[in-house]
C-alpha cells in the first residue's frame, strides 16, 4: 500500500514562500513520475509541477519562474518550493505519484495566501 503525505501547508502572505513536502512510504524510484496538483474552492484540481523518476520536470504556465519541484531519493521525498506567492494561488495542494497504471494520492496539506 502506497502513502503520500503532505506537509508545509499555511497561512502565508502575498510576495512570501512556502516549502511543500510529500514524504512517500518506500522508494520514490518505483513511480514513473511524481507530481503537485491544487484545488481551489469552487475550481477543479489541476496540475501545478511534475517530475519524472528521471528528473524531467514540468509546469504550469502560472507557477513557471515561481515554483520548483525537486525530489530527495534517499528521503523518498517530494518538494515543492514556492516562491512570490500570489493570493490565486491559495488551495488544497495535492502529492500524486504515478507507477502506471495505478496512481496514488496524498489527503492534501492547506496553502492559503493572504492580500
Known amino acids: 500500500q502506497v502513502q503520500l503525505v503532505e506537509s508545509g501547508g499555511g497561512l502565508v502572505q502575498a510576495g512570501g514562500s512556502l516549502r511543500l513536502s510529500c514524504a512517500a512510504s518506500g522508494s520514490i524510484f518505483r513511480f514513473n513520475a511524481m507530481g503537485w496538483y491544487r484545488q481551489a474552492p469552487g475550481k477543479q484540481r489541476e496540475l501545478v509541477a511534475t517530475?519524472?523518476?528521471?528528473?524531467?520536470?514540468n509546469y504550469a504556465d502560472s507557477v513557471k519562474g515561481r515554483f520548483t519541484i525537486s525530489r530527495d531519493n534517499a528521503k523518498n521525498t517530494v518538494y515543492l518550493q514556492m516562491s512570490s506567492l500570489k493570493p490565486e494561488d491559495t488551495a488544497v495542494y495535492y502529492c500524486?505519484?504515478?507507477?502506471?497504471?495505478?496512481?496514488?494520492w496524498g489527503k492534501g496539506t492547506l496553502v492559503t495566501v493572504s492580500s
Open positions: 500524486k505519484a504515478v507507477r502506471v497504471p495505478l496512481e496514488f
Open positions: 517530475i519524472t523518476s528521471g528528473g524531467n520536470t
